[in-house]
């Protein structure tokens, strides 16, 4: 918290200052979830009651804790790290941003400008303390919301919560790992962990299984990680309390290095997002959660290789989602994990030791909902037993893993960490390191790429991983928090299973193919291919270009759109596994896509590489490939759409004339000209037209480049369409140029 205190500092009146807390919106310029809310709404006894009995901190905290709770929470934003140009962004911010918003006030209150987190390695990370409709209302804050806009939508910044930033720091992930993370939409923590694993530009190592059991959610992860493409990151959408055995052939199965199960929870911890939650909170939701919970950490635990680790955490306060699923899964692996002590890990964040006692209550309809505390399972039971029908169906599923087990004390669960909000002004959240005994594999050393022969030579023989048994089919509705959004989610998931005397051992199907899956499916290309070889021979890619491991969307292995370029181990994963049991999503990095021309039949190649591919493919091309071109020719791609050749200079004239049809890689130089200024080289895809060119990248990135490099946005403002311009009626081209257009928008 910066030394003004939370949410904005009061000057020139009475520090008291009104009744209402400082970060709570007035109703009137408020939109989104706090808008119908009121201090008056943001009161559950119940709520109270219970984590007082919880005791997850001492009594003299609570109105400290209720006074966070009750405010809207802030902005936060980490600068992506692996980009080179993170520390240039970072400068920006502090250099040309907060310098801005020194003096801002809003209704007589002044507020902070932006502030570095201090536990953020490298100070990388920023809260903006001032409430959204300050944000919105005053100018100098208006203009970084756009800029931050900007930078999130090209990759440079990523938008999240503090809270959810620290389990991806603490999973300690390394270049060569193989990763997975088992509820991964929207994708935020998703994105932490593929920047660790590809922490220079180049070529991606490692890998990362990106899995979220919601279908409409794995889209977001798709569109969320096209921001940090990677050759070695699959999404799939599976249960993660269920996914199947990965076979990597010659009778071996994947194992991973680090693991993340992040897992559906109640969501109490993000009160401050969603209000709502003050209103719907009860503790059933919490113990209807636990089981699935339970059952995604153990398949976490028998999916990790020994030495491997695995953060579980959920943004939720109960210990019944959190201390008790960590004591269940360490129980059932009895000895063959331990909870890491991560307390010399982000020294300076503030957090609170994990629980070794607990309680667990019930919200009876015989109680007239108020909270009803069972000591044991043994005398939940008989509680149970004793009561009417309906409560007897109803509170039947609790399992006996929700209470505390009675090697409590053994387990070292006050190694986990819980976060509190007004300990830093942030959400509320809950993280457990875990480590499986055993050493780390042999790649642990080497920093380099992994090669799929190594990782077969140490994965694990099929028989010593268990599959996981079927998830039970009851539906149960229960409120999940959505770590992404505003919004609190109805969303039916497995119910929870019940460990007493009536659990059942679910039937073991034999593993079939999904045939609802519709997803298209993966197939390799010949590297033979004729497309393959136009797009090797026009940009020339040398040897060590991965032309084997070349996908496509379609079972012929038939370049019709993208050709997706993909690490071993992921060729092995699609060689190796029916891709409707895996239910995958996406694969790889696009690193081709067509480009045909209705007008030319004379391209040499018809293939351009997507932004999203360029630093993928990149590397493989030789220097003499790539033009150089200066500050001054930027702008001109920026001033123009489709600037013809003869605005460019006179060097640069020359080897745009001798160019072909079809798409260049071009390299602006770093330095001062033109009015701009590029702190590091900046490789762009081109498209060479009869005799104009374009940059292949949208306008909404060439906005944010303009704003980046030239301080201002030079983009024209379109007054006419495309078709508009190319019929001439907008704009004066000569005959030339309108077919270039004509054929670009064409090729849109
Ligand atoms: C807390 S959110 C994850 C947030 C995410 N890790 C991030 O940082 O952006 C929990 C996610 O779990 C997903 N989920 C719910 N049940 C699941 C299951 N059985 N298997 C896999 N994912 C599940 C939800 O769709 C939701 O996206």
Redesign the pocket.
């Known amino acids: 918290m910066g030394k003004h205190g939370r949410g904005g500092r009061r000057q020139g009146k009475d520090r008291s200052g009104p009744t209402k807390p400082t970060n709570r919106p007035d109703n009137d310029t408020v939109t989104g979830p706090w808008k119908t809310f009121t201090a008056e709404d943001m009161v559950n006894v119940g709520f109270e009651e219970y984590y007082k009995s919880q005791n997850i901190m001492t009594e003299d905290e609570w109105p400290a804790f209720l006074a966070a709770c009750r405010e809207e929470l802030p902005t936060t934003f980490r600068v992506t790290g692996s980009r080179a140009h993170a520390e240039t962004i970072n400068d920006l911010i502090k250099t040309k941003y907060v310098p801005t918003m020194q003096n801002v006030e809003w209704e007589g209150v002044k507020y902070d400008p932006p502030t570095q987190m201090e536990w953020y390695p490298d100070s990388l990370a920023w809260q903006i303390s001032a409430p959204k409709r300050v944000v919105r209302k005053t100018a100098p804050f208006k203009a970084f919301q756009k800029f931050l806009v900007g930078e999130t939508e090209v990759g440079n910044l990523s938008r999240q919560e503090a809270v959810?930033m620290i389990p991806p720091l603490l999973l300690d992930v390394h270049p060569h790992h193989l990763c997975l993370?088992?509820?991964?939409?929207?994708?935020?923590?998703?994105a932490q962990i593929i920047e660790a694993l590809n922490p220079h530009d180049g070529e991606s190592t490692g890998l990362l299984i990106a899995?979220?059991?919601?279908y409409k959610?794995t889209h977001m992860l798709v569109h969320q990680t096209g921001r940090m493409p990677s050759r070695g990151l699959m999404v799939t959408n599976?249960?993660?309390?269920a996914i199947p055995n990965i076979s990597l052939g010659n009778g071996k199965v994947l194992t991973f290095d680090r693991i993340?199960a992040?897992?559906?929870?109640s969501?109490d911890g993000t009160l401050r997002k969603n209000p709502g939650v003050w209103k719907s909170w009860g503790p059933m939701d919490a113990n209807g959660l636990h089981s699935?919970q339970l059952r995604?950490l153990e398949r976490g635990m028998n999916l990790l290789k020994p030495g491997g680790r695995l953060v579980y955490s959920?943004?939720s306060f109960n210990p019944i989602e959190n201390e008790a699923v960590v004591a269940a899964a360490l129980n059932s692996h009895e000895g063959k994990f331990k909870i890491i002590d991560a307390s010399t890990r982000l020294p300076d964040l503030k957090r609170r030791p994990g629980l070794t006692s607990w309680k667990v209550a019930t919200q009876p309809e015989s109680t007239g909902r108020t909270l009803k505390y069972h000591e044991t399972y043994e005398t939940y039971r008989a509680w149970v037993d004793e009561g009417n029908e309906r409560e007897k169906d109803k509170m039947r599923g609790l399992a006996k893993t929700l209470w505390a087990p009675d090697n409590v004390t053994e387990l070292g669960l006050e190694k986990c960490l819980r976060l509190l909000p007004h300990d830093q002004n942030t959400g509320g959240f809950f993280v457990c390191v875990l480590e499986k005994a055993g050493s780390p594999s042999t790649t642990s050393n080497k920093a380099d790429l992994v090669q799929i022969e190594e990782i077969l030579e140490i994965a694990a023989p099929a028989s010593e991983v268990p599959e996981p048994e079927p998830?039970p089919t009851l539906p149960a509705d229960v409120t999940?928090?959505?770590?992404?959004g505003t919004a609190t989610l109805k969303?039916a998931?497995?119910p929870s299973v019940p460990a007493g005397p009536e659990a059942k051992k679910p039937m073991k199907k034999k593993e079939k193919p999904d045939l609802g899956f519709r997803e298209d499916p993966y197939s390799f290309v010949d590297r033979n291919n004729a497309e393959v070889q136009s797009c090797v021979g026009w940009f020339k890619l040398n040897d060590s270009f991965p032309v084997n491991n070349l996908l496509v969307r379609n079972a012929y292995g038939d370049p019709v759109r993208s050709l997706y370029m993909v690490n071993d181990i992921i060729k092995s994963i699609v060689l190796h596994n029916d891709y409707s049991r895996l239910r995958i999503i996406s694969a790889g990095v696009k690193g081709f896509t067509r480009q045909d021309s209705q007008t030319r039949t004379d391209l040499q190649c018809k293939w351009r590489i997507p932004m999203d591919g360029l630093l993928e493919v990149v590397p493989h091309i030789p220097d003499d490939v790539i033009r150089d071109a200066t500050l001054a020719e930027l702008k001109v791609f920026i001033e123009e759409q489709y600037p013809p050749v003869t605005k460019f200079s006179e060097d640069a004239q020359t080897w745009l004339t001798d160019a072909k049809l079809g798409n260049l890689v071009v390299r602006f130089s770093p330095g001062d000209d033109a009015g701009g200024h590029l702190s590091l080289p900046l490789l762009l895809p081109v498209w060479k037209a009869k005799t104009s060119l374009s940059l292949l990248i949208d306008k909404r990135e060439k906005v944010m480049l303009s704003e980046r490099v030239f301080g201002v946005d030079l983009t024209p403002v379109p007054q006419a369409t495309l078709k508009e311009k190319a019929q001439g009626k907008e704009v004066e081209v000569s005959e030339e140029v309108k077919a270039d257009l004509e054929e670009e928008a064409l090729n849109q």
């Open positions: 959810s993370d088992m509820c991964a939409a929207p994708g935020s923590k998703t899995n979220d059991s919601d959610r599976l249960d993660a309390s993340l992040d897992v559906p929870c969501g699935l995604i959920t943004c998830a999940v928090a959505d770590e992404s969303r998931v497995s």
